[in-house]
């Protein structure tokens, strides 16, 4: 019902800056919780940040706080994590996912986009 297509990775050096986007299709995703989730090689899936569906709170890993900013754009059906003073530990295919109206932290979302992959090169 709900299609999540992830663009805007790529490589970057360190200390540079990338912005995802999240586009959603199917069903206007307006009353979804959103979210952005990564996975390095070797390791689980971690949950990086997250919004509710009126865009009022929003959520971050611990290790993205003060780096990361995820907003949304009701008018495009749009999810974007913009990322600053990137880190080589942030190497990683990022995923868009949905689900209700309720956020969570962890990966029990319904809808998830394929990944794009983020490189930070040291």
């Known amino acids: 019902q709900v299609q999540l297509v992830e663009s805007g990775g790529g490589l970057v050096q360190a200390g540079g800056s990338l912005r995802l986007s999240c586009a959603a299709s199917?069903?206007?995703?307006?009353?979804?919780?959103m979210a952005w989730f990564r996975q390095a090689p070797g390791k689980e899936r971690e949950f990086v940040a997250a919004?509710?569906?009126?865009?009022?709170?929003?959520y971050y890993a611990d290790s993205v706080k003060g780096r990361f900013t995820i907003s949304r754009d009701g008018a495009k059906n749009t999810v974007y994590l913009q990322m600053n003073s990137l880190k080589s530990e942030d190497t990683a295919v990022y995923y868009c996912?949905?689900?209700?109206?309720?956020?969570?932290?962890?990966?029990?979302?319904?809808?998830w986009g394929q990944g794009t992959q983020v490189t930070v090169s040291s």
């Open positions: 996912a949905a689900r209700g109206i309720v956020v969570v932290t962890t990966p029990n979302y319904d809808y």
């Open positions: 199917g069903r206007s995703v307006n009353n979804y919780s």
């Open positions: 919004i509710s569906w009126s865009g009022g709170r929003t």
